[in-house]
C-alpha cells in the first residue's frame, strides 16, 4: 500500500500544478488584454485630438492664406460639392501622428465649387496612428469660415459681397 500512495500524492501535485499554471495563464491573458486595450484607447484618442488640432491648424492657415489664395481659389480643387478631392491642402504633424487636411466649397449657391463666395468652406482633417496592421483613423469636419455682418447690423468694416478677396479679412476670427 505505501507504494500506491506515493504514485497518489505524485499524481495530485501534477494536477495541482496543471490548474495552477492554467489559472496563471488565463490571468496573464487577462492582464496582457487589458493592457492593450488601454493602449488602443490611448492611441484613439491621440488621433482623434490630432484630427481636432488639424482643424485648428486649417483655421489658421485659411486666416492667414486668404488673400494670397485668390479667396481660397487655388485651394479649391475640381470636384464635386458633396466630395472633398483625392489629395490634401495640407499635410502636417501633430505629435508624431499625420494629419491629412482636405478642403471643399459649401453649398452657397453659386455651382462653382473652385469659387467661394460666402467665406465658408469644409474642413476635414484625417489622422492615422498605429502600426499598419492596427492603424486607428479619425476623421473631423467642420465648417470653417468669417462671419460676416447680417442684414441689417453694423457693417462698419465695408463688407461687400462682390468684393470679398478685396476685404481685410486678416482682421477677423476664423470660426465653425
Partial sequence: ?????????????????????????????????????TADANLRQQVFWAAQ??????????SDGYAGSGGWRTLLAAGTARNYPSLPAWVTQVNGVEVELYLRDNPDGDGDVRRDNDLKVFVLARARGGVSVEAIEAMVESLCGFNTPE?????????????????????YGISD
Fill in 151 to 171: 442684414n441689417g447690423e453694423d457693417d462698419r468694416f465695408g463688407w461687400l459681397a462682390n468684393e470679398l478677396a478685396d476685404q481685410p479679412v486678416a482682421t
Fill in 1 to 37: 500500500m505505501a507504494c500506491n500512495e506515493r504514485g497518489m500524492a505524485l499524481i495530485n501535485v501534477v494536477l495541482i500544478l496543471s490548474v495552477l499554471l492554467a489559472m496563471a495563464h488565463l490571468l496573464a491573458e487577462k492582464v496582457w488584454q487589458s493592457t492593450r486595450q
Fill in 53 to 62: 488640432a488639424g482643424i485648428e491648424e486649417a483655421r489658421q492657415l485659411l
